[in-house]
């Protein structure tokens, strides 16, 4: 990956990855001497909350802080994931309805949870999915 990263830092003005593994993307980043977006991994998936975000916006005349956002499903998901981290950074009113197993560990809800302070969002997990959907602007399955 570390040549293969060189050569197409020297083709391309940037790079998108979208495959399986974490490592191997921040493994291109390290070594690529140019922008590598992460486009999917095991791990994340930040350019899918980047398009969702859009969407929103052209949906609604609110700014994504004034907005409420549930997701339903398993809460450790890479989207999951990547949308509380996303939501937390542009205070966002995020909602994980999932069983308590699915939920993400606990050093991510801090990280995530001190993203949200500093934006004047909010991150809840809450087993009750009819509580989490509630007054939500989007609700993601």
Known sequence: MKDTARV????YDAIEYRGFAQHQAELLATHAGVPVY???????HPTQILADFMTMREFT?????????????????????????????????????????L?????FCAH???????SGGRFRLD???????????????
């Open 61 to 101: 005349h609110k700014h994504l802080s004034d907005m409420t956002v549930a997701f339903v499903g398993e809460g450790r998901d890479n989207v999951a994931l990547s949308l509380a981290v996303g939501a937390a950074k542009v205070g966002i009113d995020m909602r994980i309805a999932s069983p308590k197993e």
């Open 127 to 141: 087993e009750d999915v009819k509580s989490c959907v509630e007054g939500a602007d989007f609700i993601y399955t």
């Open 112 to 118: 995530v949870r001190t993203l949200a302070e500093r």
């Open 38 to 44: 992460n486009g999917l991994t095991n791990e994340a």
């Open 103 to 107: 939920w993400p560990d606990g050093e």
């Open 8 to 11: 197409l830092g020297r083709m």
